[in-house]
């Protein structure tokens, strides 16, 4: 592997300053090059806070291709030895996915620096092993940057173990889903709202991890092992995406008193871990409802009462900061580490909780007859629209076992297209 | 001073095992209790969390009350001497109010012994000055239950340089008020409501610092001094209850659009800070309008977003597990201090923003006429709606002088009861 290291620009200060806490970044794309620069202009501010930051160091894939955000950091290589041959007091990693990420990240936690990340695919695959390899070396892994970026709370939570004995939570937490929803329901295409997503920034090129749920799934599952103490694979979560959303379905939600959201949702009350993605319906009064374009928001349910978090979901400037707040409770607080997850099991996830359910029948056929039908295999309407020539209903509770019998006789008698979507109440207990 | 030590249930454990950290509580009425039972309770979890607490000792007003919550304290005195005559390890207070509140906390910071508070009037007018011994003597000063006490946030930002640059925040802080107005919404008369918040426990038998606003004044300052390093006092702060509502208010407000809130507001984008607390018109859309009853939120407006956080105000249980995640944190981090008040500057707060208003004119005079008169003065109105006699209406933005001198005018031409209420935009900035 040929290792190239860029010249510093000739009025560049000394990359390492005695005294200065040496950052080693991995990767120096979009939030990296946004991490290099907010380092470098937060110096007099994080020096009145009693610290003093040095972006020594970055890998990056490619060193050919021009980087603006190397004037900030002292080394540009390619070359994961020459990266870790630099003495470094924290590394911060913003490659994403699981390869090499996992092996560098790894290779920092067992020589004992403290790692901090965006990472959530890493956190949520790897994120138990690497939590207790830091621990195993008395070092730091922290990962407040991969779900909700812009919102402090998953650092707050482990600190507080009275405040994390919670019953579940229901989140919106992919902000390209969420933001294409709300263009959808103002009128705009789906491909024009993805479109119009990816030139703001919001949408990656390959938005299919967005739209299909994977990445909602991926922070479902570090959230569930974070407050649920339960370890999942994403995989295990039952995930539908936004693809499946008609136009209408957002008119007739709308209609109905609601509005449809790209909802992430899990509860261990029972016992058993019930967790599902999905767009489903909320009520205008639940607390979710007014999340709107990329804002993303985590609603906590707990024993002394429902909690809420809601701010901006990702960014390079909201995820530099809220990984440059990681790096300084490294940095001021070494002693601190995650407690580790209480009672690690291994659940599969289920998605039998009985629910209230926003139905599309893509069919002219009488909303009555819909209605009858649907009673007949024991799933009852609450409420029914017809708009665009489609039929919607809201339906009271049913297992989704018993709404899949009552859709597919729906769909055998109608020929019409039918999809359900979970209702969530706006006030615990939903059912 | 007489003291009197009451003896220990036989079958109690001994109050101070070896190598529990031992708590010193100051107070033993409702949260007292609530705490020290929530800690007898908690021991096996915090021992899985790797840390083991005691109750020593409790300092009362009046140890001949009897207290149930004696059972799980070593000693109940109602002797300061003798309270500081034990070994301990953290303070807890929860007596409220200044006197003798601040000299028992400064006390106990003094000796170096940590202090966790749920008391937001001390923190309010002695809130920085504790902090500043607490630094010296090289011990914690914690005060997560003062304001919002069921959700974590305080403490979060204190950690988080980045985060914390915030531009202002709007908040609803007093769940008795917002009790009251969501009643008085739903049909209640307001003596009803307060009744029914007392019986519930919402509410203090003398509910004056509620209903007038000072206890919402008082959060206020302690978030100004937090979030934006300014000092200012309680008294300070324009202030208006929720005393001056009608019930024809709140359904006007509805048929306006919106609700109307009992909010504390505060910004410096403007290097002058304008705080006030009121009761506010906001629009159904505004994050904070679905907060019901003893719900608190506050609305935290950054240059990178704004970020939302809601959940249970106050109550015993709620804020006695706050004040346990707090003395767990001093706890297990007793290396980390609440960092100074970067730029502590004593301002004048000022409402001289510019803002729309929610109006009042008790007159069956038309419509038309009132907005004209309005007009005249430079005031103009968005909506107008005649609600039970009454004229309620929406204007557009307009400074608290120019809509003065509007209001006396309409009051000596309809010699009606007038009243106008700031109404706070969805989105930011206000006007």
Redesign the interface.
């Known amino acids: 592997m040929t290792s190239v290291v860029e010249t510093l620009p000739v009025d560049a200060e000394p990359a390492c300053r005695p005294g200065a806490l040496r950052i080693g970044q991995l990767g120096l794309g979009n939030v990296g090059s946004a991490l290099a620069g907010?380092t470098h202009r937060?110096a007099a501010?994080?020096h009145?806070?009693?610290i003093s930051l040095e972006t020594c160091v970055a890998l990056v894939r490619s060193v050919s291709r021009p980087r603006p955000a190397a004037a900030w950091v002292g080394t540009v290589t390619d070359d994961p030895d020459l990266f870790f041959a630099q003495r470094l007091d924290i590394v911060v990693e913003m490659i994403g996915g699981i390869d090499p990420a996992f092996a560098l990240v790894r290779r920092a936690l067992d020589r004992g620096i403290p790692v901090v990340t965006a990472n959530k695919s890493l956190v949520a695959v790897h994120g138990e092993a690497l939590s207790d390899l830091a621990r195993h070396r008395n070092t730091a892994f922290r990962y407040e940057a991969s779900c909700i970026a812009?919102?402090?709370?998953i650092?707050?939570?482990e600190?507080?173990?009275?405040?994390s004995r919670v019953d579940g939570l229901t989140a919106i937490l992919n902000g390209t889903s969420n933001t294409i929803l709300t263009a959808v329901a103002n009128g705009d295409t789906f491909a024009a709202a993805l479109a119009e997503a990816q030139r703001r920034g919001f949408a990656e090129p390959d938005p299919t991890a967005d739209v299909s749920g994977r990445d909602a799934a991926e922070k479902l599952t570090l959230l569930i092992r974070r407050f649920g103490q339960r370890l999942v694979a994403p995989a295990q979560i039952p995930t539908a995406g936004i693809t499946g959303i008609h136009p209408t379905d957002l008119r007739a939600a709308r209609a109905l008193g609601g509005t449809l959201k790209p909802v992430a949702h899990a509860s261990w009350t029972s016992g058993t871990l019930e967790a599902f993605v999905s767009p489903a319906f909320l009520p205008a009064?639940h607390?979710l409802a007014?999340l709107s374009g990329a804002?993303n928001?985590i609603l906590i349910d707990a024993p002394?009462?429902?909690?809420?978090?809601?701010?901006?979901g990702a960014?390079p400037?909201?995820t530099a900061?809220?990984l440059?707040?990681d790096v300084?409770?490294v940095a001021?607080?070494p002693?601190?580490r995650t407690?580790p997850a209480?009672a690690s099991t291994v659940t599969t996830p289920q998605w039998a909780r009985e629910s209230g359910w926003f139905l599309r029948i893509a069919t002219d056929a009488p909303a009555a007859d819909i209605s009858q039908l649907l009673a007949t295999y024991g799933v009852w309407t609450s409420r029914i629209e017809c708009v665009d020539g489609c039929v919607h209903a809201l339906t009271f509770c049913a297992t989704p076992r018993v709404l899949r019998a009552a859709l597919d006789a729906v769909a055998t008698a109608t020929r019409a297209d039918v999809a359900g979507y979970p209702v969530l109440s706006a006030e615990e207990p939903a059912c």
Chains 1, 2 share one sequence.
Not at 150 to 153: A, K, R
């Open positions: 907010l937060s501010a994080l009145d806070h009693g812009g919102v402090p709370f650092g707050t939570f600190r507080r173990p009275l405040a009064t607390p007014g804002t928001g002394l009462g429902r909690q809420c978090y809601i701010g901006p960014g400037n909201v900061a809220t440059l707040d300084y409770e001021t607080e002693h601190v407690p209480i």
